[in-house]
């Protein structure tokens, strides 16, 4: 579920204030609430409007903004305060800090500086829903072992977070070199993320948004690059600000993982709010469930977020059973994804979604309820893993089974 963050701020600054406004605006789920140029009047504004958060630009008479930055804070201790200046000495920092700016930006203000920081303030402004106001969910999709099924999935959770009205969703390819989110699709974009990251210092949230390309079922689409060649420019530090401004641009964010586990997907699931790790109930494939989870957990936050998602379970018993596997990974199974090879090849051969395709199919039912599950239960946190990690894996039980 999305939820605005109302907005108001204040800078005596045209110029400044204009380029914040453009920012804003352009970002889902904010709503700006005022725009004001004296810190005299400010005050009263907050007052009258109530944002969530308050942005102060304190360069054109410090000590006026930092006895307002005071006295909101005083009166609205909840409410998050941020602080702009192109001074960065630490005594300013301080100064605007002591009197209750919860962050603090260098101007020009960079959009994923700005975006990075609405976000911390609006998790601790929690509106006492529960309810997050960050801006858009990451969902990873990461397999386990070759043709699992992850891009089946990740397109398919795409279209389905997309069918909802106040969604909008970005599709990301990164399985960089043999990627094909886009066959899925039956698109052509003309960009693709080696055009984004290149271009990173250029491109506004508008701009952005304009280069993924928009699929019928209102998915836009961000695939990998054209040449082999091109991926080495990708670099890492580019990336993570291309998804900033995604996750500035769309509610939600879904990524297909390439099956490399290199720098661009180990950012990818530390970014992300829920990674799938999608696997099939064989043994190759709880191997790896075992070998990921215990590798992963060298970086943090990452474990937490993990939800295993078993793909094409079918109810004969040629496979191992569920309660086997959560044993053998010492995890639950967060969802279960039903086979229906037929379906789901005519689906690709065609570059047809699965809901356009077969909306009634069991397969696509169960894929619906997956994304709706992920939408409305953001950052759940732990909880997913079972208890005693110090249990021993014997591969061979299953040749016992
Ligand atoms: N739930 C499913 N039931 C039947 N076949 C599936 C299912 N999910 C994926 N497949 C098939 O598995 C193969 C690999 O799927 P794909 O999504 O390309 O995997 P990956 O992206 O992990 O390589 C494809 O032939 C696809 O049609
Ligand atoms: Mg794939």
């Known amino acids: ?33 005022a725009d004001c140029s004296r810190y005299e009047f400010f005050g009263e504004i907050v007052e009258q409007t109530t944002p969530d958060l ?11 903004a930092l006895k307002l930055i005071e006295s909101i804070h005083r009166k609205f201790p909840k409410m998050g305060i941020v602080a702009i200046s192109s001074r960065s000495d630490g005594s300013l920092i301080l100064s605007a800090m002591r009197a209750g700016a919860r962050e603090y930006l260098n101007s020009p203000v960079q959009i994923e500086e700005l975006v990075g920081a609405l976000d911390r303030v609006a998790s601790l402004s929690a509106d006492g829903t529960g309810r997050s106001k960050k ?38 390819d990164l399985d960089l070199s043999l990627g094909d989110a886009d066959v899925f699709l039956d698109m ?10 290149q271009n990173i210092s250029r491109l506004d949230l508008s701009l952005m948004r304009k280069s993924l390309t928009k699929h019928e079922s209102g998915v836009h689409l961000l ?27 769309f509610t939600h964010l879904v990524i297909d993982l390439s099956k490399s586990y290199n720098p ?30 215990s590798s992963l957990e060298s970086f943090e936050g990452v474990n937490e977020k993990i939800k295993i998602v078993v793909n094409r379970t079918a109810p004969d018993k040629s496979q191992i059973s569920a309660q086997k596997a959560e044993e053998t990974i010492d995890r639950e199974i967060f969802w279960q994804i039903p086979n229906n090879y037929r379906v789901i090849s005519e689906c690709r051969n065609n570059g047809i979604p699965l809901q356009t395709h077969s909306p009634k199919a069991a397969i696509t039912v169960s894929i619906n309820e997956l994304a709706r599950k992920l939408a409305g239960d953001r950052n759940e946190g732990p909880g997913s893993a079972t208890a005693g990690n110090d249990k021993k894996i014997g591969w061979l039980k299953f040749l016992s089974k």
Not at 138 to 143: D, F, L
Not at 228 to 242: H, N, S
Request: net charge negative.
């Open 1 to 33: 579920m999305s939820v605005t963050l109302r907005i108001s701020i204040c800078d005596p600054n045209e110029t400044s204030r204009d380029d914040l406004k453009k920012y804003l605006i352009g970002m889902e789920n904010i709503w700006l609430e």
């Open 54 to 64: 308050a942005i102060i630009d304190v360069d054109s008479q410090e000590k006026s």
């Open 135 to 172: 801006s858009g969910a990451i969902i990873s999709v990461a397999g386990v072992s070759g043709g699992v099924g992850t891009t089946s999935v990740a397109v398919n959770i795409a279209c389905s977070l997309a069918k909802v009205p106040d969604h909008s969703v970005a599709l990301v």
């Open 188 to 197: 052509i974009p003309e960009y693709t993320l080696l055009d984004v990251t």
């Open 223 to 249: 695939p990998r690059p054209i040449q082999l060649q091109d991926i080495q420019a990708i670099e890492t530090e580019d990336f993570k600000k291309v998804i900033g401004l995604l996750r500035a641009s």
């Open 264 to 293: 661009l997907d180990i950012a990818t699931l530390q970014l992300s709010d829920h990674i799938l790790m999608l696997t099939q109930l064989d043994l190759p494939c709880l191997r790896n469930v075992v070998r990921l989870l």
